[in-house]
């Protein structure tokens, strides 16, 4: 067992070195007003004058309705019953937010796809061994569905023969997840283990890894008896899973929302641009970017970018090389880098910025440049960019002495510094020095202590 601040601290440190994936199952249907499979198999039970509870094995359970009604007959009551239900879930959007890349359930509903595209995000549904061709991990959400999907009821695994034949009809979808349990940290959410796919292939990799195998956590309701105490434990001895306990599946979009708080202070957007600058000016943006990069970096601060003309190929190229020679964590976790499109409409521009600026609690200006007749002006992006952090309640970090727009966003924050208590001892540093190591220490420190206020 494990405490709520432990595994979110935990979860922080996992995702910056191996990645994170969530796997939910059924325990997700309450928050969307679902039946769960108790209470999905119900009419089952009825017709065949058997009384089921939590404790009844529903797969067998299943197989036996199959048996007497046969297969046909048990999907098309499955499929009737998930069509009539809505799909909106608090529970789904703060996993969603979290900013997992892959997620894995158990379910055969639509209430994750719905919910993604709610947030007009872009995602991959895998739910046929055909489907592992399609995976994409640049700017996607994989939704992997073991069980398969409503769309193919034919498919789908609902009975203890298709549980005794997965590996007979799955093997490579067992791969795909046995692959994803050894490289990255499990978040299971409203899962119950009771088909032991997941506990199967969790055994087979500890035969081989042993104590190097990675550590994955679960949420889970609190039962209050002997025998869920003692598994929970034998989650943790045998197969690295410890547990987060809830006294109800409505404490855990909080949980999130606050692990999702916990990683975006590691975050920071960096704005700005230019597209001329003297041999002197350009030197001092190369090194203020290699200085700052490289500090954010050893600081434990992840760096997100629209790599802006000339900053963000800077930033990137520096920090690229810091990840690969110190070897600490992944390119992918440590820089997230989103350019924008060569042609996009205002509208689009700014829905795109606010997606940028969304992943990181903190933001830093520097320079913010353009030609327009080949006379160098303010950048309108950058100033965007502070106008938005300014409506989502970020930190605010503009380096004055860099000029351009960033110094017109330092006018701004000066003006109004009691709205910035974080920068006060710091103002005259980000107005005047020169020297890019004492600037990058100066921006920490400001970083450091917005993030303990």
Same mark, same amino acid.
């Given at each position: ?35 769960? %499979? ?14 089921? @509870? ?49 997620? %894995?359930?158990?379910?055969? @509903? ?8 709610? #947030?007009?995000? #872009? ?13 994409? %991990? ?10 398969? @999907? ?220 353009? #030609? ?82």
């Amino acid at each position: 067992m494990i405490s709520k601040e432990d595994f979110i601290n935990a979860i922080i440190a996992s995702k910056q070195e191996n990645g994170i994936s969530a796997f939910v199952g059924a325990g997700l249907c309450s928050d969307a007003q679902m039946p769960d %499979w108790l209470h999905l198999l119900k009419p089952c039970a009825e017709e065949l004058g058997i009384f089921i @509870d939590e404790n009844t094995d529903l797969f067998k359970f299943a197989q036996y309705y199959a048996n007497s009604f046969g297969y046909n007959k048990l999907r098309k009551l499955i499929n009737k019953t998930l069509n009539t239900y809505q799909h909106d879930s608090t529970l789904v959007s703060s996993i969603l937010n979290v900013g997992f890349k892959s997620i %894995w359930t158990t379910n055969y @509903d639509k209430i994750i796809e719905n919910n993604i595209i709610k #947030l007009k995000a #872009l995602s991959n549904t895998i739910f046929d061994e055909k489907d592992l061709a399609n995976i994409s %991990w640049q700017n996607r959400i994989n939704i992997f569905k073991l069980n398969g @999907d409503i769309s193919n009821l034919n498919n789908i695994v609902i009975t203890q023969n298709d549980i005794d034949n997965y590996q007979n009809n799955h093997g490579l979808f067992l791969t795909f997840l046995k692959r994803e349990l050894v490289t990255n940290t499990f978040i299971f959410i409203g899962y119950s283990f009771n088909d032991h796919i997941v506990l199967s292939a969790l055994a087979e990799i500890n035969q081989y890894l042993g104590e190097s195998s990675n550590t994955h956590y679960t949420i889970m309701k609190n039962k209050h008896t002997d025998e869920f105490k003692m598994f929970i434990e034998d989650l943790e001895k045998r197969y690295h899973i410890k547990t987060v306990l809830v006294e109800d599946y409505t404490e855990i979009p909080a949980l999130l929302d606050n692990l999702k708080k916990k990683i975006l202070d590691r975050n920071v957007f960096i704005s700005g641009s230019f597209e001329y600058l003297s041999n002197e000016e350009d030197t001092f943006a190369y090194t203020l970017c290699k200085s700052l990069g490289e500090g954010l970096i050893d600081s434990n601060y992840n760096i997100v970018t629209g790599f802006g003309r000339n900053i963000g190929y800077y930033i990137s190229g520096v920090v690229t090389q810091k990840i690969i020679n110190s070897n600490i964590g992944s390119i992918e976790e440590r820089l997230i880098m989103r350019p924008f499109a060569h042609i996009m409409t205002l509208e689009e521009d700014t829905q795109f910025r606010k997606l940028l600026i969304s992943n990181a609690n903190s933001t830093i200006y520097m320079f913010g440049q353009h #030609l327009k007749n080949q006379q160098p002006e303010n950048s309108r992006g950058t100033f965007e960019e502070y106008e938005i952090a300014k409506s989502m309640g970020k930190i605010i970090i503009p380096i004055g002495v860099t000029g351009y727009s960033s110094r017109v966003i330092f006018n701004d924050v000066k003006k109004n510094i009691i709205n910035y208590p974080y920068l006060e001892q710091y103002i005259n540093v980000l107005e005047k020095e020169k020297n890019v190591n004492t600037l990058s220490s100066c921006i920490i420190s400001i970083l450091n202590r917005a993030k303990i206020n």
